[in-house]
């Protein structure tokens, strides 16, 4: 399957593949809950919130803190997906 993305979201893909090659976990869930903000008058409630800002560190120190050679990044952007879920 082939998915063409226009401009916005070819740059926050590669926003996204950045935060986590660079390891940065905060900027990477603030893009993330950014992007999954469709509908501006639902907020997300501070549970939910933190519940994934959590989740997303965890996933940082599980994945992400081997040598970069070592590193899956196809793995992390799956697992990101899973718990945006």
Do not use: W
Request: hydrophobic letters at 40%.
């Amino acid at each position: 399957m082939v998915t063409i993305l226009n401009k916005n979201d070819r740059a926050a893909f590669l926003k996204l593949v950045m935060y986590v090659t660079l390891r940065k976990p905060d900027e990477c869930d603030h893009l993330m809950l950014q992007l999954s903000q469709y509908d501006k008058n639902r907020k997300l409630d501070v549970k939910t919130k933190e519940r994934f800002i959590n989740q997303m560190r965890e996933l940082f120190i599980k994945e992400c803190e081997v040598p970069m050679s070592k590193m899956n990044i196809g793995l992390v952007l799956r697992s990101m997906l899973e718990i945006l879920r």
